[in-house]
């Protein structure tokens, strides 16, 4: 859950981005103010909810197996207790951050409240004036309007005020500010999401303006009114506020309004550029590969334009497993009734097929064609090099954490097959491989190193209680066993 939540915010951030750089760059200056302001209300649900949407992309697929596939369909899901330390304290410190957020809005609305609840208030229309007797400059939040009248108020500059915040009131700015706040609790992370707050207000505090003018207030009176209001300390982030612009772009806006702008033109253009977006962190598409299996065993190569299994699809499946065989082993070690122990090592026998056959199918097997053109230039050879390496890597480390003599030998044969396989594509590419043999003295402290590893695990064997352990045991002891006969047998051709 928690990868897939990082994931979702992070498309999120994505859209509420680039609609913002859309309105920043085409919209900002434009005086059709109602579009902006729908525009960028448009987008808020919108961004959370273009994520949400199963879209394949065209511009990026993923080539799987058919084998491959099956596995992972028939693997149940992994559990959300599954996820990496890091991840669960990531998204724990999200929301303990978010959490804040809600608590700063809900603290802001109870101290709307006890402000009201302690000034005189009265009935204006549909509107509740509430005089505040501190200096503060007017706002308003929803139906209601804060604002402090001295004795020496003028009755015409009270009137603007109210027209103005009226106007917030009528077109239910307040509301506009309320989600922006819930938005900005869901991305106090992306710094974009702060400026969308900003010009969101901005929209508004145009709106009014032209509303005042409009109804035949004088335009410069108003203007030294705007003035005026810049002085007093600004008291609710979220209220609508008489001076939440800079007032020298605010001035150079009503210079403007008397167009009426063209922005309903411009913001057809962002339908195309968010259907790519949302193509682009789309899901990639799934492709089944079509490949057939030559009779000397032999992979044929994909097509050109098909991909092998990416390296993250492969990885998923392998943690998948991974998690599977843990709970699996710890279910085997919990457990006194053979009947369930039977079951559970039937389970892991099974698990370590799909193991081998994920490796197989995967994008990890060996897959060689006949080359008959010239040597693999320096940049192929790195490459081939490198995914020979971790298929190496990879083998060893399974035929180490084999438990059981059939899965030791499983692994043996799969190593020796690699090394086949290893020796005879390097060839053809041009690069065959060069051994050097160790020397004797080499292959002397490395037997003495084994028998002292051998005496060891057998004196371990005659103190260790557990049967399961002891069954482990034995098994490395007789590993060790059979690589001491042989690095003997070496010594002894050597001499």
Same mark, same amino acid.
């Given at each position: 859950? $928690? *990868?897939?939540?990082?994931? #979702?915010?992070?498309?999120?951030?994505? %859209? &509420?981005? =680039? +609609?913002?750089?859309?309105?920043?760059?085409?919209?900002?200056?434009?005086?059709?103010?109602?579009?902006?302001?729908?525009?960028?209300?448009?987008?808020?649900?919108?961004?959370?909810?273009?994520?949400?949407?199963?879209?394949?992309?065209?511009?990026?697929?993923?080539?799987?197996?058919?084998?491959?596939?099956?596995?992972?369909?028939?693997?149940?899901?992994?559990?959300?207790?599954?996820?990496?330390?890091?991840?669960?304290?990531?998204?724990?410190?999200?929301?303990?951050?978010?959490?804040?957020?809600?608590?700063?809005?809900?603290?802001?609305?109870?101290?709307?409240?006890?402000?009201?609840?302690?000034?005189?208030?009265?009935?204006?229309?549909?509107?509740?004036?509430?005089?505040? $007797? *501190?200096?503060?400059?007017? #706002?308003?939040?929803?139906?209601?309007? %804060? &604002?402090? =009248? +001295?004795?020496?108020?003028?009755?015409?500059?009270?009137?603007?005020?109210?027209?103005?915040?009226?106007?917030?009131?009528?077109?239910?700015?307040?509301?506009?500010?309320?989600?922006?706040?819930?938005?900005?609790?869901?991305?106090?992370?992306?710094?974009?999401?702060?400026?969308?707050?900003?010009?969101?207000?901005?929209?508004?505090?145009?709106?009014?303006?032209?509303?005042?003018?409009?109804?035949?207030?004088?335009?410069?009176?108003?203007?030294?009114?705007?003035?005026?209001?810049?002085?007093?300390?600004?008291?609710?982030?979220?209220?609508?506020?008489?001076?939440?612009?800079?007032?020298?772009?605010?001035?150079?806006?009503?210079?403007?309004?008397?167009?009426?702008?063209?922005?309903?033109?411009?913001?057809?253009?962002?339908?195309?550029?968010?259907?790519?977006?949302?193509? =682009?962190?789309?899901?990639?598409?799934?492709?089944?590969?079509?490949?057939?299996?030559?009779?000397?065993?032999?992979?044929?190569?994909?097509?050109?334009?098909?991909?092998?299994?990416?390296?993250?699809?492969?990885?998923?499946?392998?943690?998948?497993?991974?998690?599977?065989?843990?709970?699996?082993?710890?279910?085997?070690?919990?457990?006194?009734?053979?009947?369930?122990?039977?079951?559970?090592?039937?389970?892991?026998?099974?698990?370590?097929?799909?193991?081998?056959?994920?490796?197989?199918?995967?994008?990890?097997?060996?897959?060689?064609?006949?080359?008959?053109?010239?040597?693999?230039?320096?940049?192929?050879?790195?490459?081939?090099?490198?995914?020979?390496?971790?298929?190496?890597?990879?083998?060893?480390?399974?035929?180490?954490?084999?438990?059981?003599?059939?899965?030791?030998?499983? =692994?043996?044969?799969?190593?020796?097959?690699?090394?086949?396989?290893?020796?005879?594509?390097?060839?053809?590419?041009?690069?065959?491989?060069?051994?050097?043999?160790?020397?004797?003295?080499?292959?002397?402290?490395?037997?003495?190193?084994?028998?002292?590893?051998?005496?060891?695990?057998?004196?371990?064997?005659?103190?260790?209680?557990?049967?399961?352990?002891?069954?482990?045991?034995?098994?490395?002891?007789?590993?060790?066993?059979?690589?001491?006969?042989?690095?003997?047998?070496?010594?002894?051709?050597?001499?």
């Amino acid at each position: 859950m $928690g *990868a897939n939540w990082i994931d #979702f915010l992070s498309k999120a951030a994505v %859209f &509420l981005s =680039a +609609a913002y750089l859309f309105y920043h760059f085409l919209l900002r200056d434009d005086a059709n103010f109602l579009g902006n302001r729908l525009f960028l209300l448009a987008m808020l649900p919108a961004s959370f909810l273009l994520p949400l949407a199963r879209l394949r992309s065209p511009f990026r697929s993923l080539t799987v197996s058919p084998e491959a596939l099956v596995i992972a369909d028939s693997m149940p899901p992994v559990a959300a207790g599954a996820a990496t330390p890091f991840v669960s304290y990531l998204v724990a410190f999200y929301w303990a951050v978010a959490a804040l957020f809600v608590l700063r809005i809900v603290f802001h609305l109870i101290h709307l409240y006890r402000l009201q609840s302690r000034h005189p208030h009265e009935r204006l229309r549909n509107i509740t004036l509430v005089r505040v $007797g *501190a200096p503060i400059p007017p #706002f308003s939040f929803f139906n209601r309007i %804060f &604002l402090h =009248a +001295a004795k020496n108020a003028d009755a015409g500059e009270i009137e603007q005020i109210i027209s103005h915040e009226s106007v917030h009131i009528r077109q239910l700015h307040s509301l506009d500010i309320l989600l922006m706040e819930l938005v900005l609790a869901l991305q106090w992370f992306n710094p974009v999401a702060w400026l969308y707050r900003k010009a969101l207000k901005e929209t508004h505090e145009y709106l009014a303006d032209r509303e005042v003018i409009a109804q035949g207030f004088n335009a410069d009176g108003y203007r030294l009114l705007l003035f005026e209001q810049q002085f007093g300390a600004k008291l609710f982030e979220f209220a609508s506020h008489l001076k939440q612009s800079q007032i020298k772009r605010r001035m150079s806006m009503m210079n403007r309004m008397q167009g009426a702008g063209t922005a309903p033109f411009k913001i057809i253009l962002a339908l195309p550029l968010v259907a790519l977006l949302a193509l =682009a962190l789309a899901e990639p598409r799934l492709i089944i590969a079509q490949n057939t299996a030559a009779d000397d065993g032999k992979a044929v190569a994909p097509k050109e334009d098909h991909q092998s299994m990416s390296d993250q699809k492969l990885k998923e499946i392998q943690a998948k497993l991974e998690v599977m065989e843990r709970d699996l082993k710890q279910k085997l070690s919990a457990t006194d009734n053979p009947e369930e122990k039977e079951k559970l090592e039937q389970a892991l026998d099974d698990l370590f097929r799909k193991r081998q056959a994920v490796m197989a199918e995967g994008g990890m097997a060996m897959k060689t064609e006949v080359r008959s053109g010239p040597p693999l230039d320096e940049q192929k050879r790195k490459e081939l090099l490198l995914k020979l390496t971790e298929k190496e890597t990879y083998l060893k480390e399974l035929y180490a954490s084999a438990d059981t003599p059939e899965k030791k030998e499983k =692994a043996k044969q799969e190593l020796d097959m690699f090394y086949k396989k290893r020796q005879v594509l390097l060839g053809e590419s041009g690069m065959a491989m060069k051994h050097a043999e160790p020397s004797l003295e080499q292959m002397q402290k490395k037997l003495q190193a084994v028998h002292e590893q051998h005496l060891k695990i057998e004196q371990a064997m005659a103190q260790e209680q557990d049967p399961g352990k002891l069954k482990e045991l034995k098994l490395k002891f007789e590993e060790l066993a059979r690589f001491e006969e042989e690095l003997k047998t070496k010594i002894d051709k050597g001499r």
